[in-house]
Protein backbone atom coordinates (compact mmCIF):
# COMPACT_ATOMS: atom_id res chain seq x y z
CA UNK A 1 0.00 0.00 0.00
CA UNK A 2 2.40 2.75 0.65
CA UNK A 3 4.35 1.73 -2.21
CA UNK A 4 1.38 2.60 -4.52
CA UNK A 5 0.91 6.33 -2.25
CA UNK A 6 4.33 6.51 -3.10
CA UNK A 7 3.79 5.86 -6.80
CA UNK A 8 0.93 7.87 -7.01
CA UNK A 9 2.55 10.89 -5.54
CA UNK A 10 5.44 10.40 -8.26
CA UNK A 11 3.04 10.19 -11.11
CA UNK A 12 1.40 13.65 -9.61
CA UNK A 13 4.54 15.49 -9.45
CA UNK A 14 5.16 14.06 -12.50
CA UNK A 15 2.19 15.63 -13.91
CA UNK A 16 2.17 18.96 -12.26
CA UNK A 17 5.99 19.48 -13.86
CA UNK A 18 4.87 18.93 -16.98
CA UNK A 19 1.92 21.13 -16.70
CA UNK A 20 4.41 23.88 -15.44
CA UNK A 21 6.78 23.37 -17.90
CA UNK A 22 4.37 24.11 -20.54
CA UNK A 23 3.59 27.21 -19.19
CA UNK A 24 3.68 30.14 -21.72
CA UNK A 25 5.23 28.13 -24.58
CA UNK A 26 2.95 29.63 -26.86
CA UNK A 27 3.60 29.09 -31.09
CA UNK A 28 4.05 31.68 -33.18
CA UNK A 29 4.07 35.13 -30.63
CA UNK A 30 5.48 37.74 -31.96
CA UNK A 31 4.81 40.80 -30.58
CA UNK A 32 3.68 39.39 -26.84
CA UNK A 33 6.57 37.84 -24.91
CA UNK A 34 6.89 33.64 -25.50
CA UNK A 35 6.98 33.24 -22.26
CA UNK A 36 3.92 35.32 -20.88
CA UNK A 37 0.98 33.55 -18.84
CA UNK A 38 -1.63 32.17 -19.60
CA UNK A 39 -3.28 34.46 -17.17
CA UNK A 40 -1.73 37.33 -18.69
CA UNK A 41 -2.72 36.30 -22.68
CA UNK A 42 -6.20 35.67 -21.39
CA UNK A 43 -6.45 38.96 -20.03
CA UNK A 44 -4.64 40.75 -22.71
CA UNK A 45 -7.04 38.97 -25.05
CA UNK A 46 -10.27 40.00 -23.30
CA UNK A 47 -9.52 43.21 -22.03
CA UNK A 48 -7.48 45.01 -24.37
CA UNK A 49 -8.47 43.04 -28.04
CA UNK A 50 -12.38 42.01 -27.20
CA UNK A 51 -13.13 45.18 -25.09
CA UNK A 52 -11.08 47.28 -27.12
CA UNK A 53 -12.06 46.66 -30.35
CA UNK A 54 -15.75 45.47 -29.46
CA UNK A 55 -14.59 41.59 -31.22
CA UNK A 56 -14.33 38.06 -30.67
CA UNK A 57 -11.23 35.70 -31.23
CA UNK A 58 -12.01 34.98 -34.22
CA UNK A 59 -12.15 38.53 -35.72
CA UNK A 60 -8.52 37.54 -35.95
CA UNK A 61 -7.81 33.76 -35.29
CA UNK A 62 -8.19 31.56 -38.61
CA UNK A 63 -10.59 28.79 -37.98
CA UNK A 64 -9.18 25.27 -37.44
CA UNK A 65 -8.74 23.11 -40.58
CA UNK A 66 -10.27 20.71 -38.77
CA UNK A 67 -13.18 22.83 -38.58
CA UNK A 68 -13.16 22.49 -34.90
CA UNK A 69 -12.04 25.53 -32.80
CA UNK A 70 -9.39 28.08 -33.66
CA UNK A 71 -6.03 27.85 -34.71
CA UNK A 72 -4.28 30.47 -32.84
CA UNK A 73 -0.88 30.19 -34.21
CA UNK A 74 -1.95 30.82 -37.71
CA UNK A 75 -1.51 33.76 -40.01
CA UNK A 76 -4.18 33.39 -42.43
CA UNK A 77 -6.13 35.88 -41.39
CA UNK A 78 -4.28 39.69 -41.60
CA UNK A 79 -6.38 41.38 -39.14
CA UNK A 80 -3.66 38.93 -37.12
CA UNK A 81 -0.71 41.21 -38.76
CA UNK A 82 -2.59 44.27 -38.29
CA UNK A 83 -3.12 43.69 -34.48
CA UNK A 84 0.61 43.13 -34.50
CA UNK A 85 1.30 46.80 -35.89
CA UNK A 86 -1.19 48.06 -33.96
CA UNK A 87 0.45 46.55 -30.81
CA UNK A 88 3.99 47.78 -31.90
CA UNK A 89 2.79 50.94 -32.91
CA UNK A 90 0.88 51.34 -29.08
CA UNK A 91 4.12 50.77 -27.53
CA UNK A 92 6.24 53.33 -29.61
CA UNK A 93 3.61 55.68 -28.83
CA UNK A 94 3.98 55.13 -25.24
CA UNK A 95 7.69 54.77 -24.83
CA UNK A 96 8.11 58.36 -27.35
CA UNK A 97 5.40 60.65 -26.15
CA UNK A 98 4.87 59.43 -22.49
CA UNK A 99 7.85 58.03 -21.53
CA UNK A 100 6.46 54.49 -20.51
CA UNK A 101 9.90 52.70 -19.27
CA UNK A 102 10.15 49.23 -21.01
CA UNK A 103 5.95 49.24 -22.13
CA UNK A 104 4.05 45.82 -22.38
CA UNK A 105 0.27 45.08 -23.95
CA UNK A 106 -1.71 44.58 -20.93
CA UNK A 107 0.52 46.72 -18.95
CA UNK A 108 -1.50 49.18 -16.52
CA UNK A 109 1.57 51.88 -17.12
CA UNK A 110 0.09 52.37 -20.62
CA UNK A 111 -1.19 55.67 -21.71
CA UNK A 112 -2.24 54.97 -25.37
CA UNK A 113 -4.16 51.40 -25.10
CA UNK A 114 -5.89 50.04 -28.30
CA UNK A 115 -9.45 51.48 -26.53
CA UNK A 116 -8.20 54.99 -26.88
CA UNK A 117 -9.03 54.63 -30.71
CA UNK A 118 -11.24 52.07 -31.17
CA UNK A 119 -13.49 53.10 -28.28
CA UNK A 120 -15.31 48.80 -28.16
CA UNK A 121 -15.57 49.00 -32.37
CA UNK A 122 -13.10 46.98 -34.85
CA UNK A 123 -12.38 49.70 -37.10
CA UNK A 124 -12.60 53.35 -35.66
CA UNK A 125 -13.53 56.33 -37.23
CA UNK A 126 -11.34 59.07 -38.34
CA UNK A 127 -12.45 61.37 -34.96
CA UNK A 128 -10.41 59.29 -32.25
CA UNK A 129 -9.09 62.15 -30.35
CA UNK A 130 -12.57 63.46 -29.81
Known amino acids: MKQIIILFILVAAVALGAAASRKGQYVNLKVL ?16 FEDGLGVSCG ?11 LDFAS ?6 EI ?11 NK ?4 VHKPRI ?15 EP ?8
Do not use: W
Not at 60 to 68: E, I, N, R
Not at 83 to 93: E, G, Q, S
Open 33 to 48: PKDISSKDLQGIMTDD
Open 59 to 69: FCHAAAKDGHG
Open 123 to 130: FPDGDVLH
Open 83 to 93: ARRMMRMTLDL
Open 96 to 99: EYFK
Open 106 to 120: GSNTLTITCTTCHKG
Open 75 to 80: DAKPEK
